[in-house]
């Protein structure tokens, strides 16, 4: 008699969440108390360049820092590392220079616990995660031959799928014949 298969473990996600105010690390762990992967670890900036194992680190846009230099100096120490930057009231050119300088996402901190896991979860996959009109105005910026803002190609696409909210569906013929 066959028995029934284990469901499969989910591989771990290790975050550190750097805020300046310990609180919201506790509330970053009632809101993913569900989320049986998600590995919480509170870290300060100086921390990070210690913890090799963290895969993602939640950024609080509150610590009175400069937000680009702070994404400056982590991806000097770490450069693998996945940044998605929290905060509210950010406007859309500070979100799109912030994952210009190479944070992997942004999340308002008024968004639902599913938005959080959701762009956690499409982040540590390799994707960015950002408001549709964000990804909007990189794409416009992207496809303008005076774009601030150079980036491959597949990137593109990739944005491009996102934004457009489709599958996997065909490229256009100018981006299926590049290199």
């Not at 473990?9 to 509330?27: C, N, Q």
Request: charged letters at 25%; proline letters at 7%.
């Amino acid at each position: 008699m066959k028995s029934a298969a284990a469901p499969a473990k989910k591989t771990p996600i290790r975050i550190a969440v750097v805020e300046s105010d310990p609180l919201r690390f506790v509330g970053f762990r009632a809101l993913f108390d569900s989320e049986s992967d998600f590995q919480l670890i509170s870290a300060s900036l100086p921390d990070i360049g210690t913890l090799q194992d963290i895969e993602l680190i939640l950024l609080g846009n509150r610590n009175g820092q400069n937000l680009f230099d702070v994404m400056a100096s982590l991806k000097a120490t770490r450069p693998d590392l996945r940044i998605i930057v929290t905060g509210s009231g950010m406007d859309e050119e500070t979100i799109l220079k912030a994952i210009a300088s190479g944070a992997k996402g942004y999340v308002d901190e008024a968004a639902s616990p599913t938005e959080f896991v959701q762009a956690i979860r499409i982040v540590n996959q390799g994707s960015v995660w950002a408001p549709r009109r964000v990804l909007s105005m990189f794409i416009e910026r992207v496809s303008s031959a005076a774009s601030p803002l150079p980036i491959a190609r597949r990137k593109f696409w990739k944005c491009w799928l996102r934004a457009a909210r489709t599958r996997k569906s065909d490229p256009p013929w100018e981006l299926r014949s590049a290199p």
